[in-house]
T-cell receptor
Framework: AQSVTQLDSQVPVFEEAPVELRCNYS??????LFWYVQYPNQGLQLLLK??????LVKGINGFEAEFNKSQTSFHLRKPSVHISDTAEYFC????????????FGAGTRLTVKP | ETGVTQTPRHLVMGMTNKKSLKCEQH?????MYWYKQSAKKPLELMFV???????ENNSVPSRFSPECPNSSHLFLHLHTLQPEDSALYLC??????????FGPGTRLTVL
C-alpha cells in the first residue's frame, strides 16, 4: 500500500514570502497525487492534482506542485503567500488502479504572519 | 444546495447514547466515503461505498455502523462510543480517478 510523509508539521512564514511544503510518498504501483487545503471548521478542498502529463501542476490560489518520480516527491509551492493562505495542507496519494484507496499525510500547518 | 453537506456540524454525546451522522452529496458521484480526522494524525479512511455497496471497511470497530440507502446519502450510526472516538468525521464523494469532494465535517465529542 502507498503512504505519504509530510516532512514539516508546521511552517511559519511572513506575508509575501515564498513557501514550499514538502511531500514524499511511497508506493509499489503507479499513483495519482493531490494537495488539499483545510481552513478552520471546514472540510478539505482540492488545491491541485497530478494524474498524468506535465510534471508541473498549477492549482488554485496561485499554488503549484511538481511531481518528481525519481525522488518520489510532490512538493507544493507558492511564490508569494497571503495571510489568507493560513490553513492546514494535506498531501494525498491514491493507487491508479483503486482510487478508493487514498492515503493522506499528517498535514502541514502553514501560518502566514504579517 | 450543492456539493457535499453534513449534519449535524457539532455533536456531543455520552458513551451510552445512540446517534447518527448524515451526509448528502449533490454531485452525481457513485462513491462515498467516511473519514476520521483526529488531531496530529493523518486522515483515516473508515468506509467506502460504491453504487451503494460497501467496498472498504478499514478495521473499524462495530460501534460505528455505516448505511448507504442510495448513491446520494450516507449515514454513520454511532452507539456505545468511547472518549477516544472524539474527532472530526468527514464525508466525501467521488467518481473514478478524480479527486474526492469533502463535506464540512461533524465535530464529535464523546463524554
Amino acid at each position: 500500500a502507498q503512504s505519504v510523509t509530510q516532512l514539516d508539521s508546521q511552517v511559519p512564514v511572513f506575508e509575501e514570502a515564498p513557501v514550499e511544503l514538502r511531500c514524499n510518498y511511497s508506493s509499489s504501483v503507479s499513483v495519482y497525487l493531490f494537495w488539499y487545503v483545510q481552513y478552520p471548521n471546514q472540510g478539505l478542498q482540492l488545491l491541485l492534482k497530478y494524474l498524468s502529463g506535465s510534471t508541473l501542476v498549477k492549482g488554485i490560489n496561485g499554488f503549484e506542485a511538481e511531481f518528481n518520480k525519481s525522488q518520489t516527491s510532490f512538493h507544493l509551492r507558492k511564490p508569494s503567500v497571503h495571510i489568507s493562505d493560513t490553513a492546514e495542507y494535506f498531501c494525498a496519494v491514491s493507487d491508479r488502479s483503486n482510487n478508493n484507496d487514498m492515503r493522506f499525510g499528517a498535514g502541514t500547518r502553514l501560518t502566514v504572519k504579517p | 444546495e450543492t456539493g457535499v453537506t453534513q449534519t449535524p456540524r457539532h455533536l456531543v454525546m455520552g458513551m451510552t447514547n445512540k446517534k447518527s451522522l448524515k451526509c448528502e452529496q449533490h454531485l452525481g458521484h457513485n462513491a462515498m466515503y467516511w473519514y476520521k480526522q483526529s488531531a496530529k494524525k493523518p486522515l483515516e479512511l473508515m468506509f467506502v461505498y460504491n453504487f451503494k455497496e460497501q467496498t472498504e471497511n478499514n478495521s473499524v470497530p462495530s460501534r460505528f455502523s455505516p448505511e448507504c440507502p442510495n448513491s446520494s446519502h450516507l449515514f454513520l450510526h454511532l452507539h456505545t462510543l468511547q472518549p477516544e472516538d472524539s474527532a472530526l468525521y468527514l464525508c466525501a464523494s467521488g467518481q473514478g480517478a478524480n479527486e474526492q469532494f469533502f463535506g464540512p465535517g461533524t465535530r464529535l465529542t464523546v463524554l
